[in-house]
C-alpha cells in the first residue's frame, strides 16, 4: 500500500481545480506479514512487488476516470495478455469510516459506470474495504480458477486523513 507517499507527492504544494485529475503509479516492493499456513505458492506470499496508482480528482470527474481505468484493464487483460475476467462491486461493510451519504454516492457511481460498460457484473454485499467501495477484478487462468488481481477504489478518506485539497 504506497497511498501515504502518493498523498504526500499531491500535497507537497498547493492544488488548483484544473490541475485535475492527478495521476501517481508505482512499482513496489511490499511485504505482508502472513500466517505461514496462509502462504500459497506464487498467490500468497510475504513479499512481492505491486503496481498501485492513485488518481486525485475532483467528484465531477469520478465517472471519466472509472470508466478510463476499465478500458485500461480490458486492454492489459482481453488484449494483450487473453484474460476472461469478472467484475464484482464490493459495496459499505460493517465498520466502515466515513458519511452514510458519501458511500451511497460513491455506490451509486461505481454502479452507474459498471452499467454503462455493457459487462456483466455481481453485487458483493458488504465486502468493500473499511474506507470506500471498490471494484474487484478478478481474471480466469487457465485451469478456469479465478484470481483477484485489481481493484478499483473509491477512498473520500484519504483526502481528509491526509488533508487533501484543491483550491478554485
Known sequence: MNCPGHCIMYSHMPRTYNELPMR???FGVLHRNEMSGALTGLTRVRRFQQDDA?????????GDEIRGCLDFLSYCY?????FTFKLNLATRPEGFLGEISTWNEAEADLKEVLDESGRKWALNEGDGAFYGPKIDITIQDALRRYHQCATIQLDFQLPQRFDLSYFE
Open 24 to 26: 501517481y503509479a508505482d
Open 78 to 82: 482481453e488484449t494483450v495478455f487473453g
Open 54 to 62: 492513485h488518481i486525485f480528482c475532483r467528484k465531477d470527474q469520478i
